[in-house]
Every structure is written in C-alpha cells, then in structure tokens.
C-alpha cells in the first residue's frame, strides 16, 4: 500500500499541508498557537463549553458537508482532506461582520464574549442549512454552546432574524461551494496517511481493508473515531495514544443499509448521520437521541466507537441492546457476529482482541409492541447519562410474551435485566405487572454511587421508568417531560 507522509487539509482560503503531526495534536491548539487564528476560545478542554467550535467541510457521496465541532478535541491528523472554516473567515476581506454577527451585535446577544465565537459559528452552520430556522432547531443547534452570562434569550432572537441582515446563498461559503469541492476532491489520492511528531504517530487508512490491515500490523494501536471520548484522554488526562489509527475518514464505515429485516450502520456512522434514518424506522428513539450530547459532539460521535469505548453510561448501548442488535467485528478478513450485549464482558472490557475492530451495527426493524428510551441526567442538555433505559415490550392477546429490559448506569457493564424481564413474560399488560417487574430489578442490578447519583437514586428512578413507561403506552392523560 502506498502512503503519503503528511496531512492536507483547508484552513479557511487557503491549502495547507503538515508532516509534523502527532497523534495527539489537537485542532484548536494548531489554531491558537500555530496559526494565531485565536478567535476559537478554550473553555473546558473537553468539548462541553462550545467556546472552541469550528466548521469541518467534508466530502460525502451527497457532496460537501459542513458541520460544527470541537476544536478542543478534534485532532489535527484526523483533517485529512477536510476544509476547515474558523470564526475570522466568516466576515468579508474588507473587516465586515456575517449576517449573524450583526444579528448578534443589534440583538445584544453577547456580553464578556467568550463564548460568543463559538456560538456565532453554530448559528452560521444552523443558517445555512436552515435561513428561518424554528425555535426548537436554534435550541437545539445550541446545545453544544454554554453561555453563564448572556442568557439564550437575546442569542435566540437573533438567531431567527439573521436573513433580515443577508442570505446563506450569497455568502462566500457558498459560492465557493464548487472551487472548495474541486480543491478537496485533488487532495483524495486514495493513499494511506502515515504522519509523526517525534515518537507520536497517527495513521490514516485508505479504506476499510486498510484499516483491517493496519490494526494487523499494529494491533496496539488506539482506533479513533470522533474522539469525543479518546480526545479527553488526551486533555484530562494526558494519556498518550500512539499509534493512533483514524477512522472517521473512511467511507467503507459510513454505509447505512435499509432491509425488510433490519437496519445496518457502519461503525463509523455519525449520531447526526444517523439521525434521520433513526427517525424513521425508530421512532421512539427521536427525543432521546437529540439528547445525546450536543450539536458538536454529535456530528463527531459515532455509533461504533460509542459501543466499542464500552463505557457502562454510554448512551447508544442500553436503547439498541433492547432492540435486539448485534455487532459484526472484523480482524483482518474474518468477521464474526454477536449479540450487542454479548460484547460487553466487564468493566472496561469488552469481547475483543487486539486488531479487531467494530465494522458495522445491525438493529432489527420494529415488528409491533411497545418501545421506550429514557435517558436520566442531572443538566438536561449536553449531558452524560446517570441512568439510560431502553424497553421493548410484545403483547399478544393482552398477554406479555417477550420483553427486553436493557439499562446503563447500573452496572459495570451495559446489560438487560433478566428477572425484571423473566416476572414479565406470561404475564397481562398492565400496570401491576409492569410495577411487579420493577421489583425484581435489585435482584439484577446493584448500582454504585458517584458524582452522578447515588445508588439508592440509580435504583429508584429506573425502578420509576416501569410506571412511566406504562403510563406512556397506555395513552393516559398525563404530560411526562422528558427527564
């Protein structure tokens, strides 16, 4: 295989081209320090404040796709054939302001401004996928975004008036949509990316096939994805992952199925990606994955590296283990298939081996029943699961003839609950068999308390989900927000 020894990405108008990269660099520092470009703020090193976030273009086979995210832990190998656009290119060559800058300037939508760059540059990406975005889109498009002194108000408000100020189809993003492509189109040399900084080497495969035979030749290495966890190794942490091998790039793991029988993702499938797909066939996951972290972290995150980092609060696991999925992994040219909740063995260990890799996803499409995902977290928006559910329920003639119960958060590992769902089967749809069930649940799970919840908390509030759940399939008149 042939490979190149150095990155090639846009930054802003201009091409760029390193070969001093390490592992473990990280987009926002390249921005700061190397390139004084220091409009991206660092706020929490972690990718919750937002004070850092950038757009990333990329090629997909729907054309150039740009997204927010962030910078903080985006790590500069991972931008390989990528244009990156910063706050100081949204204005015009001559100091004016974007539309949403002025927006934000009459609106008042800004006070010590240290947020305001990255929050600027998620309302320009919302703007331009959507000039007269609803409520619910800003809100929503501002997850990621933390502000302590403003208030959303007056950012909300200017959100919704950006067109009186221009339109998205005359902004230089835009127009320089097909030169941008055509740029990052010759950049695709179709080589592997071998780059390093001293003893810190990140590779990039050219495909799937690639990537099977890198991690053979240097099982060691840690697989990265969207970094949205890996990146915090490095940040808090400061753990070294070289050899770190990228994978957000590779295509091959970004294919999305559709068959009578099921719903395959490639490991490499963004949430946002996924989103819509998810809405269709899963309808019941809709509120609970535009709960998954915010806007930014999810168009990083990928569904395979959320089951594969097996953390026991991830949030995908528990939802797609009560669906029934399974995982194919992939060691060279073997592949082998298992149950989702087969993978997870202990904690922070999983049924896999060195150079074997999640390549794809499989969730059965829905065949009636009753079917819920409920995520538990202190702060509503942007936050990591204290406790997450996912129940499928089958009834026939009114009586209950299968169950799958999966939670997260109340145990090492992601797991079902065998008694809660063994007091089930046979049993009537009601809510005395649902409350019956709830009961057993200590017999399967004994949480440990931490800085999320305590255990007596973990315990009450899933044993609580039984009732919600019921009180939510049986169509009762009540209003239950979304924990």
């Known amino acids: 295989m042939q490979h190149r020894s150095e990155i090639r990405f ?21 921005l700061r320090l190397d390139q004084r470009l220091t409009g991206s ?6 990718g919750d404040c937002g004070a850092c976030t950038v757009m990333v273009g990329r090629l997909t086979p729907e054309g150039l796709r740009y997204e927010t995210v962030n910078a903080c832990i985006r790590f500069l190998a991972s931008l390989d054939g990528c244009h990156v656009v910063t706050i100081e290119y949204l204005g015009g060559p001559d100091g004016r302001l974007s539309p949403v800058q002025k927006a934000m300037v009459d609106h008042h939508g800004s ?29 929503s498009a501002l997850q990621g975004n933390l502000c302590r002194c403003t208030g959303y108000a007056p950012i909300i408000r200017a959100a919704q008036v950006v067109t009186d ?27 592997r990316v071998d780059v390093s900084k001293g003893d810190s080497r990140a590779i990039l495969p050219a495909d799937v096939d690639d990537l099977a035979a890198v991690l053979k030749a240097v ?42 029988e099921a719903v395959t993702f490639g490991a490499g499938v963004t949430y946002s990606e996924a989103q819509d797909v998810i809405a269709q066939h899963y309808p019941h996951l809709v509120d609970y994955w535009d709960r998954i972290a915010g806007w930014q972290v999810r168009n990083m995150g990928t569904i395979g590296g959320n089951i594969a980092n097996g953390s026991p609060i991830g949030d995908t696991p528990p939802v797609l283990i009560a669906l029934g999925a399974s995982i194919t992994l992939r060691k060279g040219d073997a592949r082998r298939q298992l149950p989702l909740e087969a993978f997870f063995l202990d904690y922070g260990k999983q049924d896999r081996v060195e150079g074997e890799f999640v390549e794809s996803i499989s969730i059965p499409r829905l065949a009636g029943g009753y079917h819920a995902a409920y995520k538990i977290s202190k702060r509503r928006e942007e936050d990591i699961s204290s406790v997450a559910v996912g129940m499928q329920v089958t009834v026939e003639a009114g009586m209950i003839t299968a169950a799958r119960l999966a939670f997260g958060g109340m145990a090492g ?59 939510e399939q049986s169509g009762a008149d009540a209003r239950l927000e979304r924990a």
């Open 10 to 30: 846009l930054l802003n108008g201009r091409d760029v081209a390193l070969s001093d990269v390490g592992a473990d660099d990280t987009l926002l520092d390249f």
């Open 41 to 46: 703020k660092e706020g929490c090193a972690e």
């Open 111 to 139: 006070q010590c401004g240290f947020c305001t760059p990255g929050i600027v540059m998620s309302l320009y990406a919302l703007w331009m996928a959507h000039e007269q975005p609803t409520v619910a889109q800003v809100e």
């Open 165 to 191: 100020y221009g339109t998205a189809s005359a902004e230089h993003l835009a127009t320089e949509r097909d030169s941008v492509t055509a740029r990052l189109t010759a950049m695709r040399d179709g080589r």
């Open 219 to 260: 099982p060691e290495a840690t697989i990265v994805a969207g970094s949205t966890d890996v990146g915090l190794w490095v940040t808090k942490f400061l753990k070294r992952i070289s050899p770190a091998v990228f994978i957000g790039q590779l295509d091959g793991l970004k294919e999305i199925t559709v068959t009578e």
């Open 413 to 471: 590992v992601p797991a079902r609950a065998a008694a809660a769902e063994a007091a089930l089967l046979g049993q009537p749809w009601s809510e005395a068999s649902l409350l019956a069930a709830a009961e057993k649940l200590p017999e399967d799970f004994q949480p440990l308390s931490d800085m999320r919840a305590t255990a007596d908390y973990r315990m009450k509030v899933a044993q609580n989900l039984f009732r919600r759940f019921w009180l």
